[in-house]
């Protein structure tokens, strides 16, 4: 179906997809096909703009952004660990899983332990970094056989962990350590504490990181480790702090101060890596890259 707007022609089409049902059919193992059915499907398209206009919270924004950012760098598999810092990763992830459905793939693993050599595991069969997120606290500490592993081994690993801000440090709070450089530089190959989420925090931080992060990864052939700071609310609600009873103590949050940064208009709407939305490549200067990896 054709429909004519402002600037000419457009395409529409309405795609649906389904399966079967026989002896022996699961409800995952029906949803699994459907997945792959549409994302070969979906992947013939353009992705729609990335805007993050809608997002109420600070967390969601770059949440949504660094996730975003991690995919388009090649990550497509996450193993996630319940806790509660870890929210707006969790929720931006499962989200990912539904708009690149059969592409990007999440899995919940109660044990961080497990859920770092799934990751290892899965990099060693497809020599693609994996992503494993947890929640602050000892949870973290779990993760250490498997950053070993993969420092000692070569492999290469996106290790996301979620903290408290700064301010909260140190304070004697309940299941909280010092998760700063927790694990030995002799096995991470970059590490990097990343601030809170805020209007001061343009978004070319979050994409940025996640860009280099992966890159890091892979051309190094080992872990790498992001330890995201998050505030309440750490749910996507905005509205009165939790746990906070002063005065003025309501999320607030400026995405278009946000996103007013150079280059974001071409990277939401491209598709491509935020190192190349940044840095343009030309035809000719893309010709003679082929030509040298010859």
């Known amino acids: 179906e054709d429909e004519r707007t402002a600037t000419g022609p457009e395409a529409k089409a309405s795609v649906f997809g389904g399966a079967g049902i ?13 997945s792959h059915k549409m994302g070969v499907v979906s992947g013939l398209f353009p992705q729609s703009p990335i805007t993050l206009q809608s997002q109420s919270t600070p967390n969601a924004a770059w949440s949504t952004a660094f996730v975003e950012e991690l995919v388009r760098s090649g990550v497509m598999q996450f193993y996630i660990c319940p806790g509660s810092r870890n929210t707006p990763l969790t929720a ?52 250490y056989p498997a950053v070993v592993e993969a420092g000692n081994d070569g492999v290469p690993l996106v290790v996301i962990t979620a903290d408290r801000p700064y301010e909260s440090r140190d304070t004697g709070s309940n299941q909280s350590v010092d998760q700063v450089k927790i694990f030995s530089g002799s096995y991470v190959r970059w ?12 978004v070319s931080l979050a994409l940025s990181d996640a860009n280099h992060a992966v890159s890091l990864a892979g051309q190094l052939r080992g872990p790498v480790h992001l330890n995201v700071q998050f505030r309440e609310n750490l749910a996507p609600d905005d509205g009165p702090i939790r746990n906070d009873g002063r005065v003025g103590s309501v999320t607030r949050f400026h995405n278009r101060r946000f996103t007013d940064v150079p280059a974001f208009a071409r990277w939401s709407r491209g598709g491509g890596r935020w190192q190349d939305s940044h840095n343009p490549v030309t035809t000719s200067e893309l010709a003679v890259m082929e030509v040298a990896d010859l």
């Open 92 to 143: 931006a992830v499962y989200r990912s899983t539904r708009v690149n459905a059969g592409i990007v793939r999440a899995v919940s693993v109660h044990d961080e332990r497990g859920a770092g050599f799934r990751a290892v595991g899965h990099a060693r069969g497809t020599g693609r970094p994996a992503a494993v997120i947890t929640s602050s606290g000892t949870a973290v500490a779990n993760l």
């Open 191 to 202: 590490f990097r504490d990343v601030p809170p989420p805020g209007d001061d925090v343009p």
């Open 22 to 34: 026989v002896d022996g059919s699961t409800v995952q193992s029906e949803w699994t096909e459907i």
